[in-house]
């Protein structure tokens, strides 16, 4: 056993190589057993500047080393009870070996090179099947797509060994060939949770397994400094090199003082791994759609995270400014940033165009341009706008991380480079909703040292052990959580011994007050339905009574279904300011809209086959919007009849959703008979010129009807009312067309056009008597035109997240559009809303009306009932008829103040009719506390503070 002064005399070193720079720390423990601290010492820094030459950009790997044993002999000098050194840096990124020489200087990961290397893989390996293999989120430059590309070079064929970037200056310091087995993770060469290299897969690859050296795991003692090196840079002799986390990202994970299962991570510096320690990978197709990895961690566990481009995008607009002669100082550009207004627009922070070299401000003002927004005017507006998009992009990689998982995140763990910048800290904090622990910023460095002290016995534990170290050694500044409830008050024991109410027998009689028995329910149908509350619950029910293709159609969006989880976040991150004591007794809900009267600011969306799910569809949505006094929209590719719906609401408001198709003359006959049928207003659409990717219904081979085959006739094993229902009423189709055969994308292909203009709406207006409303629109820029074409209303829509995704978001673009064009045209906003709160919300940041459209179709159960209104849960109140409650809650809705999610001011347009409440922000704002000592913690928005 070492003792107190023995571990107190002795230290370790960390080589810490980043993107950008190096550097040495040397990590000295003090304490006894369970109370040990850890104490940094920075002995050494140096820069890390890649050099172009004219086949590519490569890493000057021989400057790295030669001043990372400078800083070693530096640091052994200065501490004589240095024992040992760990080598920690990005990732994927290697140097070739013949005879044990480096056969040039290794290729930087972000060189062009690297896509042609993808093509060869995938035509050997495809990517869902590489992810199955190696768990890893496909990024262009992992090892295995540079080593195609080195192949095809033939730099490949004169190579022994390869070895990766740590494990390169290991073996240049102690003569020993390995492969630290976190780093190896990420080449996508070894089996996702394995431990050492996938043979067969090498083999498809056409690799020799030769080339890869003995996989160790961390912890592992690589060897001792070799004599001429300690000689040539005056290393103490008798130092050991250590394997680590040597992925720089693993270090810093297992430094991260996360004490909870419900904590997420951010390990932000040139790039953001945002993601969550788990025991097991997470391989799912999902979670490749998604642009998850699963990479090895220390201690057997598996970081399941997302790389976020990182401050790379920061570090880079200084730069391009650099090179165009202005020089920033960024703590006074952070400053400066921090005091622009909160509406400086964002870009996606993960566009594949941002990640080479070069004129980032360019770049940033091309995808802001992209979403109708102006390039930043002034320095600090773009570094308000990087900074903002970079929190949008954590954000989103949390809630993606909780999806995919089933975790709940309730912490985010900052920690690295980024934890330095306050207002990163806290536009993450607001972007997430979440309290956000920033520190420790040298976390690398401390996951590092942490292990070899371990290895070195100078540390007892597990990874909580360590875990522990770091929180004793960076204690947690003051934060914005609530204070800890008061001491333990003696008294109060001695109070509870001496009641002051005597207990009694309880009596019969009264007893007999308290047992009221509900009267049980023998339809299981209807108990299943009085008990759904929401259109989550319909949603749950649907999802257990509805075979997988079917639900999947109604529920799915496109591609990775980013767009509509972004939407339905915008709605959660609300946050109402009520104001009390003002008369809430008569709340009055009616509106008007498009010429007409609505008993409230909603109607049911336009949803197409709708009998896919409830067998009597379009007729029961209609007859429950007459019941509830709104209008009904019905789609060109619904499964009812435009005359049938009529007389399902024959005194009620009916409008018709157009869908403008190759066969023009399709869609000019549904015009006249919608207008014959007299349905007051027409839908224009405009964001389906070409079908979207629903890739669940590509998945399920969804057709038009559904097919039977043996995957149907097993799924339908276990939901038998459905198949009865489908094989025992009229033919499922879309009423308005004919049936083609194929999926339903195929259809509409066919029946879409690309073509589709403004001459196509002048036609359209031209036939239509009625109200015109243009659905789909997504830009301020459009919102614009079609107020100059003259329409009479617009409806804000990414079509329910089904078109594109990551598509804007319509609630978000909300207050900008009621501003500039609300007094010439109707705004109407839909996507997302799922209940009576978030329709309060469109209508207090100016929207005209909305639209609900999933909670019609989820409700799969239902039946006519008397006054068409289907039995059991209703649709219409689960959807969001609550909006008199919530108007009760917020006396009045919304008010002049009401805010949007960047903070502008929206318009006094409101809600509802009694006086009252504002929404302050769309965008929830958290809090951060700080555990890094040295730097302030940033209040919570919410407390009102302002910023240090």
């Given at each position: 056993?070492?003792?107190?002064?023995?571990?107190?005399?002795?230290?370790?070193?960390?080589?810490?190589?980043?993107?950008?720079?190096?550097?040495?720390?040397?990590?000295?423990?003090?304490?006894?057993?369970?109370?040990?601290?850890?104490?940094?010492?920075?002995?050494?820094?140096?820069?890390?500047?890649?050099?172009?030459?004219?086949?590519?950009?490569?890493?000057?790997?021989?400057?790295?080393?030669?001043?990372?044993?400078?800083?070693?002999?530096?640091?052994?000098r200065e501490e004589p009870g240095l024992v040992g050194a760990a080598v920690d840096s990005w990732a994927v990124d290697y140097g070739l070996l013949g005879s044990g020489r480096l056969l040039g200087n290794p290729y930087h990961y972000r060189d062009e090179r690297n896509h042609a290397g993808v093509t060869d893989v995938h035509a050997l390996v495809g990517p869902e099947e590489l992810y199955r293999r190696n768990g890893l989120q496909h990024l262009p430059f992992n090892t295995l797509f540079q080593l195609a590309a080195s192949r095809a070079s033939g730099e490949l064929g004169l190579a022994e060994r390869l070895l990766l970037i740590p494990d390169l200056l290991g073996y240049w310091a102690t003569g020993r060939q390995v492969a630290e087995r976190t780093n190896a993770s990420t080449t996508g060469l070894v089996p996702v949770g394995g431990g050492t290299w996938d043979g067969e897969l090498l083999g498809r690859l056409g690799l020799r397994p030769s080339l890869f050296p003995e996989v160790v795991e961390p912890g592992a003692v690589i060897g001792g400094v070799s004599s001429a090196v300690a000689s040539e840079f005056g290393i103490a002799g008798g130092l050991t090199f250590t394997a680590v986390g040597s992925h720089d990202t693993a270090s810093a994970v297992a430094a991260v003082p996360m004490q909870a299962e419900d904590a997420a991570y951010i390990s932000c510096g040139?790039?953001?791994?945002?993601?969550?320690?788990?025991?097991?990978?997470?391989?799912?197709?999902?979670?490749?759609?998604?642009?998850f990895t699963n990479e090895g961690g220390v201690d057997g566990r598996v970081r399941f995270l997302r790389n976020v481009m990182g401050l790379w995008l920061l570090s880079e607009s200084l730069r391009t400014w650099a090179r165009a002669g202005t020089t920033h100082d960024l703590p006074a550009l952070l400053e400066q940033a921090a005091l622009v207004p909160h509406d400086v627009p964002t870009f996606d922070a993960n566009d594949p165009r941002l990640m080479a070299p070069g004129d980032m401000l360019s770049r940033v003002g091309a995808l802001l341009a992209e979403r109708g927004h102006p390039a930043p005017a002034s320095a600090p507006e773009l570094v308000r706008s990087v900074l903002g998009s970079l929190a949008e992009a954590h954000a989103g990689a949390v809630r993606d991380v909780d999806r995919l998982t089933g975790r709940t995140t309730r912490t985010v763990h900052l920690v690295g480079g980024g934890a330095q910048n306050a207002l990163l800290c806290q536009l993450t904090a607001d972007a997430t909703g979440l309290p956000v622990v920033a520190g420790p910023v040298e976390a690398t460095a401390v996951g590092n040292l942490l292990v070899q002290a371990r290895t070195h016995h100078l540390v007892q534990g597990d990874l909580e052990a360590l875990r522990a170290v770091v929180a004793r050694s960076f204690p947690r500044g003051r934060s914005g959580r609530a204070r800890a409830p008061p001491p333990h008050d003696p008294t109060r024991c001695r109070e509870a011994e001496h009641p002051m109410v005597q207990r009694q027998a309880p009596k019969p009689a009264e007893l007999l007050e308290y047992l009221h028995f509900k009267k049980p329910t023998l339809d299981g149908r209807k108990r299943r339905l009085d008990a759904a509350l929401t259109v989550e619950d319909l949603r749950t029910i649907a999802k257990r009574r509805t075979p997988k293709a079917a639900f999947d159609y109604t529920d799915g969006s496109a591609e990775a279904e980013i767009s509509i989880a972004r939407a339905r976040q915008a709605f959660q991150d609300v946050e109402f300011h009520p104001q009390v004591l003002r008369d809430v007794a008569h709340v009055d809900t009616t509106t008007t809209v498009l010429g007409g009267a609505s008993a409230l600011p909603f109607g049911i969306a336009p949803t197409g086959f709708t009998r896919l799910m409830q067998t009597e569809g379009e007729t029961a949505g209609a007859g429950a919007a007459a019941a509830a006094g709104i209008p009904f929209t019905l789609s060109t590719l619904g499964t009812t009849s435009i005359e049938d719906v009529k007389a399902a609401n024959p005194h009620g408001r009916n409008w018709f959703q157009l869908y403008v198709m190759r066969q023009r003359e399709i869609s000019y006959a549904l015009v006249e008979r919608a207008a014959k049928a007299g349905f007051d207003t027409l839908f224009f659409t405009v964001d389906t010129p070409?079908?979207?990717?629903?890739?669940?219904?590509?998945?399920?081979?969804?057709?038009?009807?559904?097919?039977?085959?043996?995957?149907?006739?097993?799924?339908?094993?276990?939901?038998?009312?459905?198949?009865?229902?489908?094989?025992?009423?009229?033919?499922?189709e879309f009423a308005s067309l004919s049936a083609t055969g194929g999926t339903v994308g195929d259809l509409l292909d066919m029946a879409m056009d690309p073509t589709i203009s403004f001459d196509d709406l002048q036609v359209i207006r031209s036939m239509w008597p009625g109200k015109l409303a243009v659905k789909g629109v997504q830009t301020l820029a459009d919102a614009k035109r079609f107020a100059d074409a003259g329409v009479d209303a617009i409806v804000l829509s990414n079509h329910g997240g089904r078109q594109l995704d990551r598509a804007p978001i319509p609630f978000h673009l909300l207050p900008e559009v009621v501003k500039e064009v609300g007094e010439d045209l109707e705004v109407i906003v839909d996507t997302g809303i799922m209940n009576g709160a978030d329709v309060v919300a469109s209508v207090a940041l100016g929207a005209r009306f909305t639209l609900v459209g999933r909670a019609l179709p989820v409700r799969a159960d239902g039946r006519r009932a008397p006054g068409g209104r289907p039995g059991g849960a209703d649709?219409?109140?689960?959807?969001?008829?609550?909006?008199?409650?919530?108007?009760?809650?917020?006396?009045?809705?919304?008010?002049?103040?009401?805010?949007?999610?960047?903070?502008?001011?929206?318009?006094?347009?409101?809600?509802?009719?009694?006086?009252?409440?504002?929404?302050?922000?769309?965008?929830?704002?958290?809090?951060?506390?700080?555990?890094?000592?040295?730097?302030?913690?940033?209040p919570s928005r919410r407390s009102g503070a302002a910023p240090p």
């Open positions: 056993m070492t003792s107190t002064t023995d571990r107190a005399a002795r230290s370790v070193a960390a080589i810490d190589l980043g993107a950008t720079s190096g550097r040495v720390i040397t990590g000295a423990l003090d304490g006894g057993h369970g109370q040990e601290r850890l104490h940094l010492r920075h002995v050494a820094r140096f820069d890390n500047t890649p050099v172009r030459l004219p086949d590519g950009l490569h890493w000057d790997v021989l400057s790295l080393y030669s001043a990372a044993m400078r800083g070693l002999g530096a640091a052994s040139t790039w953001s791994l945002v993601g969550a320690e788990l025991s097991t990978a997470v391989t799912s197709e999902t979670a490749r759609s998604a642009g070409v079908a979207g990717a629903r890739l669940r219904d590509k998945r399920n081979g969804f057709s038009i009807p559904p097919q039977l085959s043996l995957g149907t006739v097993l799924d339908a094993s276990t939901r038998p009312w459905w198949w009865y229902d489908f094989l025992t009423t009229p033919k499922l649709p219409v109140r689960a959807g969001g008829a609550d909006d008199e409650a919530a108007g009760g809650a917020l006396p009045g809705g919304a008010d002049p103040g009401a805010r949007h999610p960047a903070g502008a001011p929206g318009p006094p347009r409101p809600a509802l009719s009694a006086p009252g409440a504002r929404l302050l922000s769309s965008r929830a704002p958290g809090r951060v506390e700080v555990s890094d000592p040295g730097w302030r913690p940033w």
